[in-house]
């Protein structure tokens, strides 16, 4: 099964509009963290927001929200008021606790993306 | 200035050439790490050090090998480069802080390096 699912592979958006991003993830760890970067055309990967699995309120940045619901293992990203500038490829990525007894050193493991398109 | 560093930005080599691809960071960070990014797949982990005594293997280090020279230095090296080593690669820096909120998990990518073996 896959970690990191984000099953939106091209999203469009009108300019000033809210949008979300979905995001579900798959561990059984209960300490593990929830990352939102994103990527334009230029590649750098640029990090939004997180979210720890024992924060109980929703991280916000800004314009951005994650909307996390522990029980269903979603981490959607919220944007508000969307500008031109957000247009770009969005991922979600996990990184899980247990992973630092067995071997996997705090690594992130991402989704596949999201392409977000900003119109006017 | 740039808190984590990649150069080159951009390399274009031929196959079976050595190529290095170097990682500097000034975050102060114990933890480093090394990812491509292929179209379609998200980016996967190639190698990752928890310190420069400590280097790991990641999902994908089959081609690759790193070297740790200091805690700030981190250079994955493609021993003799294939065409499917094209890719976009990341190096990453991670801790832990303590902040007045308490601790926070911070993880930092530098700019990326675009690498091209024809």
């Known amino acids: 099964a896959q970690k990191i699912t984000q099953t939106q592979p091209g999203m469009f958006v009108q300019e000033k509009e809210a949008v979300t991003l979905d995001c579900t993830y798959d561990?059984?760890?209960?300490?593990?963290?929830l990352f939102w970067y994103k990527q334009p055309s230029s590649g750098e990967m640029i990090f939004l927001i997180y979210?720890?699995?024992?924060?109980?309120q929703n991280a916000t940045e800004g314009r951005y929200s994650l909307n996390f619901q522990k029980a269903r293992k979603s981490a959607n990203l919220v944007i508000s008021a969307s500008q031109l500038g957000d247009s770009a490829m969005y991922f979600c990525?996990?990184?899980?606790?247990?992973?630092?007894?067995?071997?996997?050193?705090?690594?992130?493991?991402f989704g596949t993306g999201t392409q977000l398109k900003v119109e006017l | 200035d740039a808190d984590v560093t990649q150069t080159p930005r951009n390399r274009i080599t031929k196959t079976g050439k050595r190529i290095m691809l170097e990682c500097s960071q000034t975050?102060?960070?114990?933890?480093m790490y090394w990812y491509r990014q292929d179209p379609g797949l998200g980016l996967r982990l190639i190698y990752y050090?928890?310190?420069?005594?400590?280097?790991n293997k990641g999902e994908i280090s089959d081609g690759y090998s790193v070297s740790r020279q200091a805690q700030a230095k981190f250079s994955l090296s493609l021993e003799s480069a294939i065409p499917n080593q094209t890719a976009l690669y990341f190096c990453?820096?991670?801790?832990?802080?303590?902040?007045?909120?308490?601790?926070?998990?911070?993880?930092?990518f530098g700019p990326g390096t675009r690498l091209t073996v024809l």
């Open positions: 975050k102060g960070h114990d933890r």
């Open positions: 050090s928890f310190d420069v005594k400590d280097i």
């Open positions: 990453a820096t991670s801790d832990y802080t303590y902040t007045l909120a308490g601790l926070a998990w911070e993880q930092f």
């Open positions: 990525a996990m990184r899980e606790d247990s992973l630092i007894l067995t071997g996997g050193g705090n690594k992130l493991t």
């Open positions: 979210q720890g699995s024992y924060d109980e």
């Open positions: 561990t059984s760890d209960q300490s593990y963290g």
